[in-house]
C-alpha cells in the first residue's frame, strides 16, 4: 500500500551540512534547533500540554538521502566502514520508506507568530521535514536492560584542540562559549567516513552555526587529536 505524509514542520538547525552531523540525537548536546511548525499544525492548541515534558520523540524524513533509494545491506560506521549488515538491523539514513526517528530536549515553546519548539542535542540538518512529534514516556521509552551487541555504547570521543587564533576569534564572538563547546562536541565524534582515515594530511572543513570551521587530525604523543585550524 503506498501512503503519503505530510510535513508538520521545518527544522532550522545549527548543522547547516549533513557532512559532521552526529550519528544519534544527545552526542552533541549543545546542538539547538528549531522546530518550526506549518500551517494547519501551527496552532497552539495542537501542542497544548506538550511543555510539561523534557523531551520528544521526532519522526523525520531522511530529505537530503532519499533520491539516492536504498540497499538491503549498508555498512554502518560503527562496524569500521567494511562489514556489512541488513538495513533494518542498522540506523542507516537510506531506507525504504526515508523515515529518521530521533529523540531530542525540548528547551521552551514559543508561542507568538505560529508555533516553535526550541530544541537541543538533535542529529538534524538545517531545512529536514518532520513527519510526527511525540512526548518521550521515560517508563515506556527507556530500557536500561537493553542490548545492542557491536553497539553497546557511546562511539570513544576524540580530543579536540583548539590553534591560538580560533581561541582569540572565539574569545572575541558573541556566543564563542557556546560556540566552543559545540565545535568540541562535533569534532570529537570523528566525522570522517571510514574510508577517509588513512589520510592524514586532509583538512576538513564544515558549516556549523555559521561558522566555517577548517579542522585537521594530528598525531599527539601517538594519539589522534583534532585541532581546529581556522574559523571563517
Ligand atoms: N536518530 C536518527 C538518525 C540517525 S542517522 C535515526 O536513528 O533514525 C544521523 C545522521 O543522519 C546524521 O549524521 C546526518 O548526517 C544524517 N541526517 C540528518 N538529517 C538528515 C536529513 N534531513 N537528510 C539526510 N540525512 C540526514
Not at 508555533?115 to 531545512?127: A, E, I
Not at 562511539?155 to 579536540?160: E, G, K
Not at 570529537?188 to 571510514?194: H, L, Y
Not at 588513512?198 to 594530528?218: C, E, S, T, W
Request: with cysteine.
Amino acid at each position: 500500500m503506498n501512503w503519503s505524509l505530510d510535513s508538520l514542520g521545518i527544522i532550522h538547525s545549527c548543522y547547516q551540512e549533513k557532512f559532521a552531523v552526529p550519528r544519534q540525537p544527545g552526542l552533541a548536546p549543545s546542538a539547538r534547533a528549531t522546530l518550526e511548525l506549518l500551517p494547519p499544525y501551527n496552532q497552539p492548541e495542537c501542542v497544548e500540554g506538550l511543555e510539561d515534558f523534557s523531551h520528544l520523540w521526532l519522526t523525520f524524513l531522511f530529505h537530503q538521502n532519499l533520491e539516492q533509494g536504498w540497499k538491503p545491506r549498508v555498512r554502518p560506521p560503527r562496524l569500521g566502514g567494511n562489514q556489512k549488515i541488513g538495513v533494518f538491523a542498522s540506523r542507516s539514513t537510506f531506507r525504504p520508506n526515508g523515515l529518521g526517528l530521533s529523540v531530542v530536549k525540548l528547551e521552551s515553546i514559543e508561542l507568538q507568530q505560529g508555533v516553535k519548539l526550541h530544541l537541543s542535542g538533535v542529529d538534524l540538518v538545517d531545512g529536514t521535514p518532520i513527519v510526527d512529534i511525540k512526548p518521550y514516556l521515560p517508563w515506556a521509552d527507556s530500557l536500561p536492560d537493553a542490548t545492542a551487541s557491536w553497539a553497546p555504547e557511546p562511539p570513544p570521543l576524540l580530543r579536540v584542540v583548539f590553534d591560538a587564533r580560533v581561541e582569540q576569534q572565539l574569545a572575541h564572538h558573541t556566543e564563542g562559549v557556546w560556540l566552543r563547546q559545540l565545535i568540541t562536541e562535533v569534532l570529537a565524534q570523528d566525522p570522517r567516513p571510514a574510508y577517509q582515515k588513512n589520510d592524514p594530511q586532509r583538512i576538513y572543513g564544515v558549516m556549523l552555526a555559521g561558522a566555517n570551521v577548517k579542522f585537521a587530525f594530528h598525531q599527539q604523543n601517538e594519539q589522534e587529536v583534532i585541532v581546529v585550524l581556522e574559523l571563517g
